[in-house]
């Protein structure tokens, strides 16, 4: 089959287009022929080797994958051969506490697919059955793929970590991610009144019509400043932040009293200044988050299926132009996700 693979960690020219070997299933895999595959920044940080983890070289990232079942393995009854699917990006024991209580990313065995396991640049993957969805209502190969990774992590984000309320209010850090993007939706459609930053007004725009009541100008405006301005000196209830150092202070400034502060990354560096007396006095909380459960993904599948929620696709490359499709992505020149198409 045709993959993209890099053989070293590095820049985008690590990224090769060649030939390598189809997976071959075990009884209770499936493997999927791929039609579509979103990026995410994971598999940037994983090409450049960022982070302590060894990884498998070569190796083939690609966490959010959807496509066409090729074969099934001998145990595997719930799917069959030509049916259209998306596969949960999370792949976990399945048997552990964790596991059970339905926080599959605390799973000490937890990985996706693309970091311990090959993903999605490729024209097949496979997968455990467990991982394999049947497409919900008439979403096309392209809508589901950029659907798993960002709107699970905004789900846990939301509901599971920061325990969000009707009529609270949200500001969301990055309207133009994928986590950004998804998180605006789910905090709207939670009954959140919803702000939302980005680095450019055409984004603000787009962010807008998904419903932020709200917009700020991340590189023109002081975040806290204008969160003061909106909530008329109180500050959110919940902020969505997955970028780190360069937005940090200004995030935790612009938390209420009892305010949440949910992160799920660093794009801009992880290292940051701590007020712990505006963090006791004020009653607030500072919360990780890291992936979420396959019992969240289909929570928020469910209103994808219904349009509720949707998914937002920035654009398309195929396969071969990987490297062109990261580089759009390192730019932030974009709304939404970026896909392969192999
Ligand atoms: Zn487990």
């Known amino acids: 089959m045709h993959a993209v693979r890099f053989h070293e960690h590095g820049g985008l020219d690590v990224l090769k287009y060649e030939e390598a070997p189809q997976p071959q299933i075990e009884a209770n895999e499936v493997l999927v022929k791929v039609k579509a595959c979103a990026l995410n920044h994971l598999d940037i940080w994983l090409r450049q080797g960022a982070g302590d983890w060894k990884l498998p070289l070569p190796h083939i990232v690609g966490s959010d994958i959807s496509g066409e079942v090729a074969e099934v393995g001998s145990h595997v009854k719930r799917v069959k051969a030509g049916e259209r699917v998306l596969l949960c990006p999370g792949i976990s024991c399945g048997q552990c506490e964790m596991c059970f209580r339905g926080l599959d990313s605390a799973c000490r065995s937890y990985t996706l697919f693309g ?181 969240e993904l289909l929570e928020a599948l469910k209103l994808i299926a219904r349009r509720k929620l949707r998914a937002v696709i920035d654009s398309t490359f195929p396969l071969e132009e990987a490297a062109a499709a990261q580089r759009k992505m390192e730019s932030r020149e974009f709304f939404g996700k970026i896909l392969l198409h192999p």
């Open 115 to 295: 970091v311990f396991v090959d993903g999605g640049y490729a024209q097949y993957v496979k997968s455990p059955e467990v991982n394999v969805l049947h497409l919900p209502g008439d979403l096309s190969f392209d809508e589901a793929a950029a659907v798993p990774l960002v709107f699970l992590t905004a789900w846990h984000m939301l509901f599971t970590r920061a325990q969000l309320k009707p009529g609270e209010d949200v500001l969301v850090i990055g309207a133009g991610s994928g986590v950004g993007s998804a998180a605006i939706q789910i905090a709207k459609s939670a009954g959140a009144r919803v702000i939302a930053t980005a680095g450019g007004d055409w984004k603000l725009e787009k962010a807008k019509a998904l419903g932020a009541d709200e917009v700020i100008n991340h590189r023109q405006q002081s975040i806290a400043e204008e969160v003061r301005r909106i909530t008329g000196k109180r500050g959110v209830d919940v902020i969505v932040e997955h970028v780190g150092a360069a937005v940090w202070e200004e995030c935790f400034n612009s938390l209420a009293t009892y305010g949440r502060l949910v992160t799920c990354g660093v794009t801009s560096g992880g290292e940051v200044k701590l007020n712990v007396q505006g963090l006791f006095g004020r009653q607030r909380a500072i919360l990780g988050s890291f992936m979420g459960g396959k019992g």
